[in-house]
Each structure stands twice: as structure tokens, then as C-alpha cells.
């Protein structure tokens, strides 16, 4: 089992992006899931979560305003929308969310997708 993600890619600044994370070989469990991010030299950092199953959200200052993070239940898949793009936004985003295993929640890393916004 894993998580996947995908949509990253090469953007001019001002530009959008939308980025997805699915899970493979299972299904999302409960609890938060959400998008990390590191630049090189930086360390990893928060940028949008659901707290819990519903609807509540936290955002890191950097994007509020600009990326939205979203989620299909149907399609078992967890979105990160992100526009007004700059070039402080370049790095390896991660996806982290609880997968179904053996009955439980385990959380989960994806490998993580390389997000370049040229100026």
C-alpha cells in the first residue's frame, strides 16, 4: 500500500497548479490528511490539512488566499489547488494520509511531486 501523488510540474509565476493524492493497493482511512512541502535546504512544512474527517482546514500563512485543499470521497482522492503561484512556492510537495490497513489507520508519506514556478 502507498500513497501517490501527482500533478506537479513546471509554472511561470502567477500561474496554478492543481496537485492529487490517491491511495493504492487500499483506501483512506479516517483522520487528517494533507499537503507538506520542502525546498531544498528548508525543512518540511505544513502548507494545507483537513484536521479531521469533516471539514475544518488549517493553513500555513504562506498560502492562504491562494491554495485551497479539497477532497473527493467518491473518488477516494485528496486535492491541493494552488494558484497565484511564485517562486517561493518551488519544492518536493508531500502528501501524508491515513490508509486502511489490517482494519486501522496508518499514515502515510507519499514519494512526492516536484512543484518548479519560474519567475
Known amino acids: 500500500v502507498k500513497v501517490v501523488e501527482s500533478g506537479g510540474g513546471l509554472v511561470q509565476a502567477g500561474g496554478s497548479l492543481r496537485l492529487s493524492c490517491a491511495p493504492s493497493?487500499?483506501?483512506?482511512?479516517?483522520?487528517?490528511m494533507g499537503w507538506y512541502r520542502q525546498a531544498p535546504g528548508n525543512e518540511r512544512e505544513l502548507v494545507a490539512v483537513?484536521?479531521?474527517?469533516?471539514?475544518?482546514?488549517n493553513y500555513a500563512d504562506f498560502v492562504k488566499g491562494r491554495f485551497t485543499i479539497s477532497r473527493d470521497n467518491a473518488k477516494n482522492t485528496l486535492y491541493l489547488h494552488m494558484n497565484s503561484l511564485n517562486p517561493e512556492d518551488t519544492a518536493v510537495y508531500y502528501c501524508?494520509?491515513?490508509?486502511?490497513?489490517?482494519?486501522?489507520?496508518?499514515?502515510?508519506w507519499g514519494q512526492g511531486t516536484q512543484v518548479t514556478v519560474s519567475s
Open positions: 501524508n494520509a491515513p490508509l486502511l490497513v489490517r482494519g486501522r489507520p496508518v499514515w502515510y
Open positions: 493497493g487500499t483506501t483512506f482511512s479516517i483522520g487528517a
Open positions: 483537513f484536521i479531521n474527517d469533516g471539514d475544518r482546514t
